[in-house]
């Protein structure tokens, strides 16, 4: 111990005195961080990238901490999130239209979209939802066993809602498969008019990672899955029926989507 204190230049009294000082706030207050971000991926089953943890700290235990912060400890406590896999290429930008105000008066005016994944023993299922930001109703769910465009493209089948034609935004951020060309083109011959969000920034499209934050809560994360059918079932009668039909939602007078759209009349 002598020869260490001589080579690093080292008082003997001032090593025990800094063994000695209790750790400072600073320190105390990263750790317990750390401990809620290592809480919320294993609630997520390792799932959450830096993303829906940030956003899970945020929109779900009200700890408003930066992103970058949650990133740095993340990586020091080795907690990886499984990723959605980017574009090889370089895809055609599309402009933020909605830029952080999701607020509409009218149905059908803003619809934001966005994918989860949930393993099962067989494997996993992603699930790609549209919601429409005036009433909180999902009115497009496709499942599948692969996060292709084809599933983006799929969630856009709605045949009980009316686009406006070039007035309906349809709101995502920027993963492969909604930069994707089928997606792009989908969107447009619906009537919709596709707008992205900025990238890496969970803020640009809050009301979807609320969502499933909420939904990993309520559903996802109660229990372990066995077959892909079995969670599939599952997340079509949480989204179908619990959550358009029964839930009450504070932001909408306590009402379920579906009731606050039938007391609200379509915009002329």
């Known amino acids: 111990m002598q020869l260490a204190f001589r080579v690093l230049h080292v008082a003997e009294s001032g090593y025990y005195a800094w063994r000695e000082r209790p750790p400072s706030n600073r320190l105390v207050k990263r750790a317990w961080l750390t401990e ?4 919320i991926h294993t ?14 700290l945020g929109l779900g235990l009200r700890i408003h901490v930066s992103h970058g912060t949650v990133e740095l400890l993340m990586q020091r406590a080795g907690l990886p999130g499984n ?14 239209l909605v830029e952080r105000n999701f607020t509409r008066h009218a149905r059908d005016q803003l619809w934001v979209t966005d994918i989860t994944e949930h393993p099962t023993f067989e494997g996993k299922v992603y699930c790609a939802v549209v919601l429409d930001t005036f009433s909180r109703r999902v009115v497009g769910w496709p499942i599948d066993a692969s ?3 084809a599933l983006t493209t799929n969630a856009l089948a709605i045949g009980n809602r009316s686009p406006r034609p070039g007035g309906t935004l349809i709101h995502s951020d920027h993963g492969v498969q909604f930069g994707s060309w089928a997606f792009t083109q989908r969107a447009r011959a619906s009537g919709l008019l596709p707008s992205m969000g900025s990238i890496e920034d969970c803020v640009d499209n809050a009301m979807m990672e609320s969502f499933w934050a909420r939904v990993q809560v309520e559903l996802l994360n109660r229990r372990r899955w066995r077959t892909r059918l079995e969670l599939s079932t599952a997340l079509f009668e949480y989204l179908e029926i619990f959550h358009n039909r029964q839930r009450r939602h504070s932001a909408l007078g306590m009402l379920s989507p579906v009731e606050y759209e039938q007391r609200t009349p379509p915009a002329a």
């Open 83 to 96: 990723r959605r896999p980017r574009a090889k290429h370089v895809t055609p930008s599309v402009a933020d």
């Open 36 to 39: 809620a971000i290592v809480g």
């Open 43 to 56: 609630a997520s089953r390792g799932t959450y990238g830096t993303r829906r943890v940030h956003a899970e």
């Open 147 to 149: 996060p292709t465009a």
